[in-house]
């Protein structure tokens, strides 16, 4: 009910209290057909057909709206002033007269409907008609103000906010004046939303979630595209399984193209758009392309507890200094992405005399996994104090430790200090990249490490 029409009903009965206190009778509330009475413009219901007006309001089929005379009918639709119409998972799609009965019984009369659960839990949708005065006019809960509704073969009143119009063809005309005391009937029309459906990608078995089980395939979250131009359902979703580390959205089964943009044009007659979420088993850090979580993925190296899954290319030129690194413990899944750009303690680091680093990886525990990762253009510059064992990417790799389909692709190393570097200096025995088996040939052959692109050691004094 309006403010406006409450506040007329609430002078209303104090005028009809006042005058019956004075003649003795009793108080009583004037019906539906008594306050249109009082309005000199036309009168608009407005059916929601399932939907609601503003979310925040609990009546959920229709408001009234008084029009002055000489005023136009105005298609009211979410982006007006007038009625905020909203029907979780469907569209709005107009306004449009009621359809009638053309013959029988109540041929001439507005088609109504009432939809309830049966004993079997199954929505059964009725006819439904409005209760009438012997005189044919409606009966009314005044203090609602709504017509009274009884289903066909019962005398069960039920509210309007249960019963639904059925729409017609007939588009409600905007621009035509409502006459005085004409009374329009209206009800709103939907289709269902455009939805994003996300599937689970995974490897084949069964997942569980809150107590529910799922396999690869089967629907795991629905949201409406919403009434934007264009969507992007992102990199999150609100569902997360026991063990298992949600990866990306992908628009294809295969996850090989991550979603993006939607535009809304380019499925009108679909009822959805198929998104594929992957997950993988175990608790990883998941890294697209930020060069900010590359830093962070090796200052987290040393720890047995920490697993890292790349989606991207990384170009890292933007991080000035990526440290040394103190070993590593955890796992590296490249996917056969690249980092590119590195660069390790540029002219920054020094180091004391008799030390050994090696600034990429350091040592190489049991636990590490290193799979399907490039390194390319790696540059680094260190000083030393006096003679250092110097290895570019890794000092030694202890048994249990995985190295797969690893690729070194340019380095370019600086080493400035008084002393040696005695295993870069053994003419055919050097070996500076890598440590742990003699030459860096012998390592590229026992690990299958690939060597790409020129590698070149400067040491200055």
Partial sequence: MTKRLKLFLAILLGSIAAACCAVGCSIGQPGREEVLATYKGGHVTYYANGGCFNSNTSIVV??????????????????????DVANSGYDFTGWRLPAKYESGEHAGEIMYTYTYKNASDESVTVPAYP??????????????????FYIEGSDKDILEKYVKIVPSETVVDSTRILGAKEELIVCATWKPALKFVFKLAA???????????????????????????????????????????????????????????????????????????????????IIRNNASKIKEMFSGLNSAANAYYLLEDVDCSSVADFGITKGVRAKIEGNGHTLSNLKF????????????????????????????????????????NGNMTFYAICSSVET??????????????????????????????????????????????????????????????
């Avoid at 009234?64 to 979410?78: A, G, I, Q, S, W």
């Fill in 62 to 83: 229709r408001e009234l709206y008084y029009k002055t005379e000489n005023v136009p009918f105005f298609d009211v639709t979410e982006e007006t002033d007038g009625i």
């Fill in 131 to 148: 209760k009438l005065k012997a005189d044919g006019t409606p009966v009314t809960d005044s203090t609602e103000d709504r017509p009274l």
């Fill in 345 to 384: 303690a540029p002219n920054s680091f020094t180091v004391s005399n008799g030390s050994t680093i090696a600034p990429v990886f350091g040592a190489i525990y049991s636990t590490a996994s290193i799979r399907n990762l490039t390194l390319k253009n790696i540059e680094i510059s260190v000083k030393g």
């Fill in 400 to 461: 249990g430790a995985v190295l797969s389909n690893l690729t070194i692709d340019g380095v370019t190393a600086s080493v400035k200090l008084p002393g040696t570097i005695s295993n870069a200096q053994g003419g055919s025995t050097a070996s500076w990249l890598f440590g742990g088996k003699g030459t860096d040939a012998d390592f590229v052959s026992a690990y299958g490490v690939k060597l790409e692109g020129t590698n070149t050691l400067t040491i200055t004094k």
């Fill in 203 to 285: 490897d084949s078995g069964e997942y569980v979630s809150e107590n529910k089980t799922y396999r690869p395939g089967d629907t795991i979250y629905t949201t409406a595209f919403g009434k934007n131009a264009t969507a992007n359902p992102g990199q999150t979703i609100s569902i997360a399984f026991n063990d298992m580390t949600f990866v990306a959205n992908y628009a294809d089964e295969n996850c090989t193209t991550f979603v993006s943009d939607y535009n809304r044009e380019d499925y009108e007659g679909q009822a959805e758009i198929v998104v594929w979420s992957k997950f993988i088993t175990g608790k990883w850090t």
